[in-house]
């Protein structure tokens, strides 16, 4: 799910347990502030500390996954989605917001140019991954995407993308 907390309060109404993946809890204080925020939600939180192209959960056994400016940050985008494609049942959703390359060859050259220094300032994101492909790739099918901006972002990182892709199986 990200950082972010706040995005998981609207999900939380519609669900009944919520897994929420970190990389890294332990010695990382904005994980375990998060950890603190998470064990007072009314609904039931298991904090899962694994990376995302490892994740420690049974096959099929999950309706929908959510990833919001994670793909992005993983070392291996692909084997992550393959890992989200596991823990999936056929036809669960994958929701994603996710910094993307741009479609605008100006900005995207920014991307690469910028792209090491980002990493080290944003907390690894790469933002100059063309992550809609990789999530075909992966064998989803994409259902609805909306390419966007993220607000208050210079330039180079705003592409994004908003979406929600199927595990079909064919």
Request: glycine share 6%; charged share 25%; net charge positive.
């Amino acid at each position: 799910l990200g950082d972010d907390p706040e995005v998981a309060r609207w999900f939380l109404l519609q669900i009944a347990r919520l897994y929420w993946i970190e990389r890294q809890v332990r010695g990382d204080e904005p994980a375990r502030r998060l950890a603190r925020r998470l064990r007072e939600y009314s609904h039931p939180v298991e904090l899962v500390e694994a990376p995302a192209e490892r994740l420690p959960l049974p096959d099929g056994q999950f309706d929908t996954a959510v990833s919001t400016l994670v793909l992005c940050t993983v070392a291996d985008p692909l084997r992550a989605l393959h890992e989200i494609w596991r823990v999936l049942k056929p036809g669960g959703r994958l929701l994603f917001i996710e910094h993307v390359r741009s479609d605008h060859p100006g900005v995207a050259r920014w991307q690469d140019r910028l792209n090491r220094i980002n990493r080290v300032v944003a907390h690894g994101c790469n933002c100059n991954r063309s992550t809609l492909d990789t999530i075909r790739q992966a064998g989803f099918t994409v259902a609805r995407v909306e390419h966007t901006d993220l607000p208050k972002a210079p330039p180079f990182l705003r592409p994004l993308i908003v979406g929600c892709a199927t595990k079909t199986i064919t």
